[in-house]
């Protein structure tokens, strides 16, 4: 815990897989709660589909198309099993893993391993996805994402319950088959700042993310509307609610804690240079956690 109670995580996305492992090695040492990796599995070029935040109160961190020619693009999943490896407490999670670009028995069983090489780290982060060229490179149908994702979530909550199971739905059916002889618990943290998503995450997820960075007004609202339809619906369940801020310091943290959001996270770009010195980048990474107090937090743990 941090300022005012504050958690406080961090994301990575177009980071090398070294320079990304060396990240999450001194979080962990140093108190941070979460790290985050965000996907995309390849570049279409010449794409021309919008990001969803286009036009919304939540921008994205860096100007201009989210995937170029010279972004680093890692799998989610091989990475965090890495990562897992060489940590001992930082929880581990994909902001976010899109899911219909997979067989749901493949992720189920990818995530049993995770979970089991992690000690129970994961947190995994899932949405339909956005960009239909990613979708059209993969031969996949774009249009029907919405429910096959929606299928994929009970597909992979009964592989994660133990034992055998079988399937018959609109996109997906199979026999009896078996991804685990005991249970997994794998929490499901949805994505998506949209009404539609944060109906079914209210509905459906252990846990939400904020999509892009959302201004400070927009991330209230966000968090306001997904408990109200949490109370609509009767969710009693703890819930947490992962927002990225714009800035690393003290007095933006305490600005969330004082509206009782309880889990920021900051893009890894400003803590960690990715073709840094280590040892600057540690000294950085260092003053940053010292600054919001998560050094004395953990030695309280």
């Known amino acids: 815990m941090t300022v005012n109670g504050v958690r406080v995580g961090i994301c990575a996305y177009d980071m090398p897989g070294a320079a990304l492992l060396s990240l999450a090695v001194a979080a962990d040492e140093l108190g941070f709660d979460t790290l985050w990796i965000g996907e995309h599995v390849l570049l279409p070029v010449g794409f021309s589909t919008p990001h969803p935040t286009t036009g919304t109160a939540s921008k994205q961190h ?68 956005w960009l239909e060229e990613e979708f059209a ?44 002889p005991r249970p997994v618990s794998v929490p499901l943290v949805y994505g998506g700042n949209t009404d539609r998503a944060l109906g079914r995450a209210a509905d459906q997820a252990d846990a939400w993310f904020a999509s892009g960075t959302p ?35 003290p007095d933006s943290v305490d600005r969330y804690a004082r509206e009782g959001i309880e889990d920021v996270v900051v893009w890894a770009d400003q803590v960690w240079q990715a073709g840094g010195d280590l040892g600057e980048n540690r000294a950085t990474l260092e003053k940053t956690a010292q600054a919001l107090g998560l050094r004395t937090s953990v030695a309280d743990r």
């Open 62 to 129: 860096r100007p201009g198309a989210i995937v170029k020619p010279e972004t680093v693009l890692l799998d989610p999943l091989v990475e965090l099993a890495a990562i897992g490896g060489s940590t001992t407490r930082i929880q581990l999670g994909t902001a976010i893993y899109i899911l219909p670009l997979r067989h749901p028995l493949l992720t189920a069983r990818a995530a049993c391993t995770l979970q089991e090489v992690s000690g129970g780290r994961l947190l995994l982060g899932v949405g339909t996805g």
């Open 215 to 249: 201004s400070f007004d927009e991330a209230l609202r966000l968090r306001d509307r997904i408990q109200a339809l949490r109370q609509e619906l009767d969710r009693t369940a703890p819930f947490r609610c992962f927002i990225r801020i714009d800035r690393a310091d």
């Open 137 to 180: 490179a993969l031969g996949l149908d774009f249009s029907s994402r919405v429910g096959r994702f929606d299928e994929m979530v009970q597909i992979m909550r009964r592989a994660w319950s133990g034992g055998p199971f079988s399937f018959e739905g609109a996109h997906f059916s199979f026999a009896s088959v078996q991804t685990s």
